[in-house]
């Protein structure tokens, strides 16, 4: 018998994201994600989900999360992406994210989910006390991506394993119910110099929501004088900028404020170095990179404060999305029921 190649799968490209509504988002969030999301629009069909069934895997006040889930849609609008382009909806407003899930896991291996590493860093010492939820959430995070068959992800570094995940569940489904490209494969987006920002008073470790410092983070919400102050006081090492790329390695903090530079200027790390290589950080650098979040973030920040003021047009944008985002959903829905052999009364 010959091995005949799988045929891969044929349908046509679609991209999906999610960011959760567990607090306020930052750089990261805005380099790593949203930034990708306005630049992708225009060149692929784009469906952007605020990830409130996620957010739940830890406590989230309820009297709290409708709101929440406004903010990151306003932070999506102000960020750029535009609702006539891309589908912008919360999850849970739509159902076969969860019955996808479900089936999902019992595909998905506990082998697989064992290995997970962000299961182990937000579960800490304390495995017991954790949510089953928090442990399946890499699943549900396939289900997200499959049940519009997306075959492009745009996410942060922190995201690639749950990617690779993604594609292990696609592959055992396509092989376990004889359907040979059914699923895509979908591409995780991650490169790029702001694909993993750093804390500001540790290099080593990524800026996030949960970081107890508020001044590890910029907040897509920071005035310009509090943007200015957290990057005076960004930690760097004693030595002036490196004159080259090479010299930013085992500097962990250079190396951040430099990728960060780069990320919001346009411009290479190389290029960027050429200007600013062996002056103290202090001198120059240090403001004109402060000029250049300011630049960013300061008209996003006023465009979500107009949005937190008039939620009603955020309730359309949402709504409007989670029909379109159902339409998308049910066909693929019900042919997935329908391999697996679940009874339907429209076989
Ligand atoms: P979350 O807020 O955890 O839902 O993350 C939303 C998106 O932001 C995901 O695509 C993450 O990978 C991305 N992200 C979060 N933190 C960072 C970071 N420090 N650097 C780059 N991307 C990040
Ligand atoms: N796990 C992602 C994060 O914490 C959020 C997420 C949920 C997501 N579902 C997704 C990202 C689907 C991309 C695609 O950042």
């Given amino acids: ?9 044929s349908g046509p490209d ?19 994600a949203l930034k990708k999301f306005v630049d992708l629009q225009n060149r692929m069909e784009c469906l952007f989900c ?3 069934l996620h957010a739940i895997t830890a406590w989230q006040a309820p009297d709290q999360l409708a709101t929440q889930t406004r903010e990151i849609a306003a932070a999506y609008l102000a960020a750029g992406v535009d609702p006539r382009k891309a589908v912008i909806f919360p999850q849970s407003a739509v159902a076969a994210h969860a ?46 991506i499959l049940v519009y068959k997306a075959t492009h992800v745009p996410v942060g570094e922190d995201q690639k394993q749950h990617l690779e995940l993604t594609r292990d569940i696609a ?16 591409e995780p987006l991650i490169e790029g110099p702001g694909a993993r920002v750093m804390s500001l008073r540790d290099g080593r470790v990524k800026m996030s929501k949960s970081d107890p410092s508020d001044q590890s983070r910029i907040n897509l919400t920071d005035d310009a004088d509090t943007i200015a102050a957290k990057i005076r006081k960004a930690r760097t090492d ?38 600013y290589g062996g002056q103290g950080f202090g001198q120059s650098f240090k403001p004109a990179l402060a000029d250049l979040l300011i630049e ?11 949005y937190a003021a008039d939620p ?36």
Wanted: net charge negative.
């Fill in 1 to 9: 018998m010959t091995d005949l190649p799988i045929p891969a799968y």
């Fill in 14 to 32: 679609r991209v999906l994201s999610g960011v959760q509504p567990s607090g306020a988002l930052h750089l990261g969030n805005y380099l790593g």
């Fill in 50 to 52: 605020v990830v409130d």
């Fill in 99 to 144: 019955e996808l899930a479900w089936i999902f896991q019992c595909v998905a291996r506990i082998g697989w989910l064992d290995r997970m590493t962000q299961f182990k860093e937000k579960s800490g010492k304390h495995k017991e006390g954790a949510s089953v939820g928090l442990y399946t959430y890499p699943v549900l995070q396939a289900a997200d």
């Fill in 171 to 186: 592959q055992k489904f396509n092989h376990d119910f004889d359907a040979p490209g059914y699923f895509p494969l979908p």
């Fill in 238 to 275: 004693p030595a002036p900028l490196p004159e080259s790329v090479e010299g930013l390695k085992d500097r962990p903090e250079a190396d951040n404020l430099v990728g960060l530079y780069s990320a919001l200027s346009g411009r290479t790390e190389a290029d960027v170095l050429k200007e």
């Fill in 296 to 306: 960013t973030l300061s008209p996003m920040a006023a465009e979500m404060a107009k």
């Fill in 312 to 347: 009603a047009e955020i309730d359309r944008v949402l709504a409007a999305g989670a029909e379109k985002a159902c339409t998308l959903a049910e066909p693929v829905i019900a042919e997935t029921k329908r391999l697996v052999g679940f009874w339907s009364d429209k076989a």
